[in-house]
C-alpha cells in the first residue's frame, strides 16, 4: 500500500492511495455504502486514565447492516478493521425476530487510510471524512476538491 500527500499550491491538494486489491470501482462503491449505511465518529471525550482525566480523541469509523457478504468483501477489500455479530433481543411489532446484524469497525490510522480512499467520492460524510485527514496529515483543506485535470498536469511533470 502506497499513501502520499501533496500540496502544490495553497488552494489544491494531492492524495494518492494505491492498493493491489482496489479499483476506482471498488472505492467509489465503499464510499457510497459510508455516505448510505456507515457511520463516522470524530469526537474530543474525557477519559479516565491512572493519572487522572484527559481530553481523547476517538476517530472510528462503522457499516452496521443484515448483509454479510457485504460487509466480508468490504473487510476483505480494504484489509482493516474487524467485522463481529450485532445481535439484537427482542421483537419486532409484527412479532418477527430482528434479522441478525453485522458491523465493520475502524479506527484511528485505520480510519484515516480509508478516508483517504473514499474521499474523492464521498458526500455526506465529507465533512468528518476531511477532519480526519486534516488530523492525521496537518494539511488543512478548508473544503476544496482536487480538479482532476490540475492532478494529471502535475503528475505528467514529475
Same mark, same amino acid.
Given at each position: 500500500?502506497?499513501?502520499?500527500?501533496?500540496?502544490?499550491?495553497?488552494?489544491?491538494?494531492?492524495?494518492?492511495?494505491?492498493?493491489?486489491?482496489?479499483?476506482?470501482?471498488?472505492?467509489?462503491?465503499?464510499?457510497?455504502?459510508?455516505? $448510505?449505511? %456507515?457511520?463516522?465518529?470524530?469526537?474530543? @471525550? !474525557?477519559?479516565?486514565?491512572? +493519572? /487522572? &482525566?484527559?481530553?481523547?480523541?476517538?476517530?472510528?469509523?462503522?457499516?452496521?447492516?443484515?448483509?454479510?457478504?457485504?460487509?466480508?468483501?468490504?473487510?476483505?477489500?480494504? $484489509?482493516? %478493521?474487524?467485522?463481529?455479530?450485532?445481535? @439484537? !433481543?427482542?421483537?419486532?411489532? +409484527? /412479532? &418477527?425476530?430482528?434479522?441478525?446484524?453485522?458491523?465493520?469497525?475502524?479506527?484511528?490510522?485505520?480510519?484515516?487510510?480509508?478516508?483517504?480512499?473514499?474521499?474523492?467520492?464521498?458526500?455526506?460524510?465529507?465533512?468528518?471524512?476531511?477532519?480526519?485527514?486534516?488530523?492525521?496529515?496537518?494539511?488543512?483543506?478548508?473544503?476544496?476538491?482536487?480538479?482532476?485535470?490540475?492532478?494529471?498536469?502535475?503528475?505528467?511533470?514529475?
Amino acid at each position: 500500500m502506497d499513501i502520499w500527500l501533496s500540496r502544490y499550491d495553497d488552494f489544491n491538494i494531492n492524495i494518492h492511495v494505491s492498493s493491489c486489491f482496489m479499483n476506482e470501482t471498488d472505492k467509489a462503491y465503499i464510499a457510497g455504502l459510508f455516505d $448510505g449505511e %456507515g457511520s463516522i465518529d470524530f469526537t474530543k @471525550r !474525557k477519559e479516565k486514565k491512572r +493519572n /487522572g &482525566t484527559y481530553n481523547c480523541r476517538r476517530i472510528s469509523m462503522e457499516i452496521s447492516m443484515t448483509d454479510q457478504s457485504v460487509l466480508i468483501w468490504l473487510h476483505k477489500v480494504l $484489509g482493516v %478493521g474487524t467485522l463481529t455479530n450485532k445481535p @439484537r !433481543k427482542g421483537l419486532r411489532k +409484527n /412479532g &418477527t425476530k430482528y434479522l441478525m446484524q453485522y458491523r465493520w469497525r475502524c479506527t484511528f490510522r485505520d480510519a484515516y487510510y480509508v478516508c483517504l480512499l473514499i474521499w474523492p467520492w464521498s458526500h455526506t460524510k465529507l465533512p468528518k471524512i476531511q477532519k480526519i485527514i486534516e488530523h492525521y496529515s496537518d494539511i488543512k483543506m478548508n473544503g476544496n476538491v482536487v480538479n482532476l485535470q490540475d492532478y494529471k498536469r502535475i503528475m505528467s511533470l514529475e
